[in-house]
């Protein structure tokens, strides 16, 4: 019927799968360039230091071309105040001509100072980006670094792995029977040839892997509609927002769990499919 689980979890699932796919396709990409030493570009001190004495120098020729306004500026003050009402015909002509001039060279130097503003915050923000790409440098030379740059090609090639095998089944119209983290403990088992029990630490493994997916994407899907609320949400649109976070995490906690069926083991497989009817 309409209003059975099936029917319902089926179209909630259109939408959930579709965010799931969307903020999937942000990480994956984003997550390997922000923590793998490969999408490091190489930054030294003295590439920082040459920038910030170009910052200076733009900074120190903003301040000096200033400093000539202003003394422009009060000049013009002072001869006005001293030559208030030129005399003759002369005079008259000789202050309009003064004072065009003036003006003038006041607007060229004026511009000067806005193109060199601009450049200095050009300036400022690049120096500030080779600070960042700096500590993050140092920071994927520590244990923590070394370890997030390990599960970034791990997942990475996992990635791969999973968009060319939903590809063949998508064009085969095939459903898989086994997990990949039994098919690759089964392929590792029998290219070195040891004795391993497959079926026992598959299923411990699997339920790890499943745990850690489920925890880092649903903080990461907090994390990214917490800073898109931050920046539209107001005193009038909060209860409004709280809500649609409502809908959106409940959408996408029952597409997780739909998806997540492909990790695990045939029999727990089974059990989640008998839960929530055939999809």
Request: proline share 1%; with cysteine.
């Amino acid at each position: 019927g309409i209003l059975s689980i099936e029917q319902l979890i089926s179209r909630v699932g259109v939408i959930g799968v579709t965010l799931m796919a969307l903020l999937s396709g942000f990480g994956a990409v984003n997550c390997p360039y922000t923590y793998m030493s490969y999408f490091l570009r190489n930054v030294t001190d003295a590439d920082i230091q040459a920038l910030e004495r170009r910052l200076l120098q733009t900074m120190d020729m903003i301040v000096s071309k200033k400093k000539r306004i202003a003394v422009a500026h009060r000049t013009m003050f002072q001869r006005g105040e001293v030559h208030n009402k030129p005399t003759g015909f002369w005079g008259m002509i000789k202050s309009v001509t003064t004072s065009v001039a003036g003006s003038e060279n006041l607007a060229l130097i004026q511009q000067e100072v806005d193109a060199l503003e601009e450049l200095s915050r050009q300036l400022f923000l690049e120096t500030a980006d080779l600070h960042a790409t700096k500590e993050r440098i140092e920071y994927s030379k520590t244990f923590q670094g070394k370890y997030f740059n390990f599960l970034g090609y791990f997942f990475s090639i996992y990635c791969v792995w999973k968009i060319f095998m939903a590809t063949i089944n998508i064009v085969f119209d095939r459903v898989g029977k086994t997990d990949p983290v039994t098919r690759g403990i089964e392929i590792t088992v029998n290219y070195l040839g040891i004795q391993f029990d497959v079926k026992f630490w598959s299923q411990h493994i699997s339920f790890i892997l499943v745990g850690i997916i489920i925890v880092t994407s649903i903080r990461g899907l907090l994390i990214t509609l917490t800073k898109f609320f931050y920046a539209i949400s107001s005193s009038k649109s909060s209860n409004v927002i709280v809500l649609l976070l409502a809908q959106i995490m409940g959408m996408y906690f029952v597409s997780s769990v739909l998806l997540i069926r492909m990790s695990m083991p045939l029999e727990y497989r089974t059990i989640i499919t008998e839960v929530l009817g055939e999809l």
